[in-house]
């Protein structure tokens, strides 16, 4: 799989990334906000709902993610910071207008967990092509070992998240925990429970 060469001269160097005082900023905030992230995991708890393996897993390994690659400087989160402010901003909007009760169609859940699976998918591009960048002898300010981490988690993801989406939106009305629950409905379904709209 081999990327345009224009896109190495936006991610391979970490000079870039220490000369760049508004990309630096923004990536220390990403980082810091893998924290406050936490609290809607401590609001599911406190409010007696189900939390599923895929909510507080996600949340775990990327907030101890970003920290070991900040400590690092990688190349490589240029990409992972921008993907991953565009789908939350989505997420969270979508989280807000319904916390407002406003009526959010159906289609705008499924579409933001569509965005989440090709986040996913662009993510374990991003790492591969980051291999082949250092395997050809060009600069790329990420090791090895962090490669293998992401590439692991980004597949982790990208199985967990399509399992989401097959239970939430494809398998057809059935009962589940007493309840009768369709395909798409605002309340998602995860191994077997309900979970109050929590698409991450």
Known sequence: MQFPTSFISWGSSVHIFLDNRVGGFWNWMFTLSKVPELGD??????????????????????????????????????????????????????????ALKFRVPRWVAMSITTAQLAQMIMGAAVN??????????????????????SLLMYISYFVLFARFFRRAYMVGSKQVGGQQTKKGQDSLVYEGKMSKGKLE
């Open 128 to 149: 591969i092509w980051a291999y082949q960048v250092k395997q050809a002898g060009n600069e790329c300010h990420v090791s090895y070992d962090n490669i293998k981490v």
């Open 41 to 98: 995991t401590v609001f599911i708890v406190l409010r007696k709902q189900p939390l599923i393996f895929l909510h507080w897993y996600h949340h775990v390994t990327v907030l101890l993610y970003a920290w070991y690659s900040y400590s690092e400087y990688i190349a490589t989160a240029r990409w992972f910071v921008c993907m991953n402010y565009l789908v939350h901003s989505m997420m969270y909007s979508y989280y807000a207008l319904k």
